[in-house]
């Protein structure tokens, strides 16, 4: 079975400021990895994906993750960013042996101030 | 733009009765999930299902809660009798397999009084 663990609840920051939103992961067999981002009242929508190459992946608004194996890690990272960022943000470890089911972190609360 | 269409947004209901909501999946894909949000558990996933057919129902109340997919471009989640404790807001999520990510609807709220 697979697991995701986000550390930060909550991350406030000022405007302009670079962020890092922490993601860890938990499995037995190579995985996919993915960010999605949630607005209030809205469903989730994908940020970026890891599927296999390179380990540095782009993805919307400005936003990039980097994967390490090592580390089982998946850290999502943004240089500079705008109060339109405030939303909550769900890392996502998904195998390619369980017809794309994903299991979801519990969510880390980006709140960008002025 | 091809987006899950879910169908109510909001219902509110009173204990004990009849709550079906419904999902449009994106055309062309295979895989349907349901998911509960709630602030307290965060996203669980329900059940889901590929070409149709359910493949893991674990995550339901068995009892009271029910998903279906009559036909390629309706899923259906039912709970019968709703209990206060349903109230959450419940998402549905298509998708391919083998590392495709998910497409998610924009929810239905609901609230069992």
């Known amino acids: 079975a697979q697991s995701v663990t986000q550390l930060d609840s909550q991350v406030p920051v000022f405007e302009e400021a670079p962020v890092e939103l922490r993601c860890n992961y938990s499995?037995?067999?190579?995985?996919?990895l993915f960010w999605y981002v949630q607005y209030p009242n809205q469903g989730l929508q994908l940020l970026l994906k890891?599927?296999?190459?390179?380990?540095l992946v782009k993805g919307i608004n400005g936003f990039e993750a980097e994967f390490n194996k090592s580390q089982t890690s998946f850290h999502l990272r943004k240089p500079s960013v705008h109060i339109s960022d405030t939303a909550e943000y769900f890392c996502?470890?998904?195998?390619?042996?369980?017809?794309?089911?994903?299991?979801f972190g519990d969510g880390t609360t980006l709140t960008v101030k002025p | 733009d091809a987006r899950v269409t879910q169908t109510p947004r909001h219902k509110v209901t009173e204990m004990g009765q009849e709550v079906t909501m419904r999902c449009q999946p994106i055309?062309?894909?295979?895989?349907v999930f349901w998911y509960r949000q709630t602030m307290m558990q965060g996203l669980e996933l329900l059940a889901y299902?590929?070409?149709?057919?359910?493949?893991?129902d674990s995550g339901m109340p068995k009892d009271r809660f029910s998903a279906e997919m009559p036909d390629a471009t309706l899923a259906t989640l039912k709970i019968q009798p709703s209990e206060p404790r349903d109230s959450a807001v419940y998402f549905c999520?298509?998708?391919?397999?083998?590392?495709?990510?998910?497409?998610f609807g924009n929810g239905t709220r609901l609230t069992v009084t």
């Open positions: 999520a298509s998708g391919l397999e083998q590392g495709s990510p998910l497409h």
């Open positions: 499995s037995s067999v190579s995985v996919y």
């Open positions: 890891y599927l296999s190459g390179s380990t």
């Open positions: 996502a470890v998904s195998v390619n042996t369980n017809a794309g089911k994903s299991t």
């Open positions: 055309l062309g894909h295979n895989t």
């Open positions: 299902f590929r070409n149709r057919a359910p493949l893991d």
